[in-house]
């Protein structure tokens, strides 16, 4: 049985969150993982760069790393899931603990729906991250929001992989 069958059987039988699982598993995807990756690397990097008091390297090294990350959503969604919430609070205590520090959170969506519809969703999904980070204890004033809807994909490609990889929120550092 083609494995993207299974993909679409196992979304119709138990819903988004469990179709979201299933496609990150068939692709490779181990979202705890590569988020604790960038908790460990992230205390250990800056650490070892500040030591060496080089700014620029710093800004490079922390940019690398907040890029490296992106945050996917389902289909016309917005919400933030279990594992989202675990990375933000990694994230919010580099933000705390570096009030200085900025970022850009945006937001992105597939292919499918009109221009307008796709600008609106994709600000949706960067607000309901910058919202959390701010409950979480970030400064507005440490990050900024943008929506590029369907304007600037991750993949290219009219098929379920690539529409799941662009419906996403990219994070940008700022120093």
Avoid at 54 to 70: G, L, Y
Avoid at 85 to 110: E, N, P, Q, V, W
Wanted: with cysteine.
């Amino acid at each position: 049985m083609n494995r993207w069958v299974c993909v679409a059987l196992v979304a119709s039988l138990s819903g988004c969150s469990m179709y979201d699982q299933a496609v990150d598993k068939l692709a490779g995807i181990d979202v705890k993982k590569s988020w604790s990756k960038f908790a460990s690397s992230t205390s250990k990097g800056t650490s070892a760069v500040k030591t060496r008091g080089h700014k620029s390297a710093q800004v490079n090294s922390m940019q690398e790393r907040w890029e490296a990350h992106t945050i996917l959503f389902g289909f016309d969604r917005s919400t933030l899931n279990k594992d989202d919430l675990a990375m933000l609070k990694t994230l919010s205590g580099y933000l705390k603990a570096h009030r200085k520090s900025k970022i850009k959170i945006f937001g992105h969506t597939d292919e499918r729906g009109s221009s307008e519809y796709n600008i609106a969703l994709g600000w949706r999904r960067a607000l309901s991250v910058s919202s959390k980070l701010e409950s979480m204890g970030v400064a507005p004033k440490q990050m900024e929001v943008v929506s590029y809807g369907k304007e600037k994909p991750k993949v290219l490609g009219h098929n379920e992989m690539a529409w799941y990889e662009n419906r996403r929120v990219e994070f940008k550092y700022l120093g």
